[in-house]
Nanobody, 120 residues
């Protein structure tokens, strides 16, 4: 079993910054990819950013140049640095990880979500 625990959400003014963290724990052999998704009220969940084990990253067009995804493989932790936040970034942010377990089976896991609100 694997648990993903997000932290770092909160209320911030437009133009501000937040850093989200996603700590993975459990029977982890390796984390193949990590991603951050978000879901705003009345909207579908969307992929914001992802990072592969080799460090290759991808971003949604709406956050390119403002958000940066990273990971610390030694700590099994992923991060999402969010700068120049806009009201439209308001959503619940979810961490997602594709994990190979100790017994060589891979599964996808989700965190519980952390609220980000951008408002003046």
């Amino acid at each position: 079993q694997v648990q993903l625990v997000e932290s770092g959400g909160g209320l911030v003014q437009p133009g501000g910054s937040l850093r989200l963290s996603c700590a993975a724990s459990g029977s982890i052999f390796s984390i193949n990819a990590m991603g951050w998704y978000r879901q705003a009220p009345g909207k579908e969940r969307e992929l914001v950013a992802s990072i592969r084990s080799a460090g290759r990253t991808s971003y949604a067009d709406s956050v390119k140049g403002r958000f940066t995804i990273s990971r610390d493989n030694a700590k099994n932790t992923g991060y999402l640095q969010m700068n120049s936040l806009k009201p439209e970034d308001t959503a619940v942010y979810y961490c997602n990880a594709d994990v190979t377990l100790l017994w060589a089976v891979s599964h996808e896991y989700w965190g519980q979500g952390t609220q980000v609100a951008v408002s003046s």
